[in-house]
């Protein structure tokens, strides 16, 4: 399975949010808030019109989780697409996986910097990132060679060769220079946590129109190692 079978596969897996009791406004709230995910929100009133205002997530029709509104929209004023957990509580929990669709390189830009901030943070363990070309990565080699001084942690990023010479690098940090073209049309972004599964964090997506990315992000530890293994078995040949 390559990562955009993987993204193809939890894309096909729509859930539905249903919003209990609540005006049409509210509805609308929480439609823009989640309107860049492969997410269904819908209205519903039940027939006593109680409790007020909640919402059901569920998946395939099978119940997934229930919340109040007011906890939901807790977390719109959060940056997009708001990896601290505790601002989407008790949601973010069950749309880990969720797609989000035409991102643009300042999102992506801002969700990388979830993943490598809690690297940087914990300070150990791995992390990979795929910058598509060599002239991505050159402008955010700062962040990177910044990231690589932690002593017990080990940075390795993936690009395709579009310029004459591999930027220059410490030895924490690995480069690989790859000519595939899913490195050239991925930008993923893969944390191991430091070894502890509730750490691990991963943001893969693929550029799907020009600088337009489609894919998800989780903190599912069994994503999050398939990911990991994927990328050292399938490119941890070629090292710069």
């Known amino acids: 399975m390559s990562l955009s079978e993987l993204i193809t596969g939890v894309e096909d897996h729509e859930k539905t949010l249903t919003v209990f009791n609540s005006d049409a406004d509210t509805v609308?709230?929480?439609?823009?808030?989640?309107?860049?995910?492969n997410l269904t929100v819908r209205g519903e009133s039940t027939e006593s019109g109680t409790p007020e205002s909640y919402v059901v997530l569920s998946q395939d029709e099978e119940f997934v989780t229930a919340a109040a509104v007011k906890d939901v929209l807790g977390g719109r004023d959060q940056p997009d697409p708001g990896f601290d957990?505790?601002?989407?509580r008790p949601i973010l929990d069950h749309l880990d996986e969720t797609m989000f669709t035409s991102y643009d390189t300042e999102q992506m830009i801002a969700a990388s910097r979830e993943i490598e901030d809690r690297a940087w943070r914990l300070g150990a363990g791995e992390l990979y990132a795929g910058f598509q070309k060599l002239s991505i990565l050159e402008p955010q080699m700062d962040v990177y060679e910044r990231l690589s001084s932690k002593d017990d942690l080990s940075v390795h990023a993936y690009a395709t060769p579009d310029t004459e010479s591999v930027p220059d690098h410490g030895s924490n940090l690995t480069i690989h220079v790859e000519r595939a073209e899913e490195i050239r049309d991925s930008w993923f972004v893969v944390y191991d946590g430091g070894g502890d599964d509730v750490n691990k964090c991963a943001l893969v997506a693929e550029e799907r129109e020009p600088r337009a990315f489609y894919g998800f992000w989780t903190y599912d530890p069994e994503t999050v190692d398939w990911l990991l293994q994927y990328l050292r078995a399938t490119y941890g040949l070629i090292e710069q």
């Open 28 to 37: 609308e709230t929480l439609r823009a808030q989640f309107g860049d995910r």
């Open 85 to 88: 957990s505790e601002s989407y």
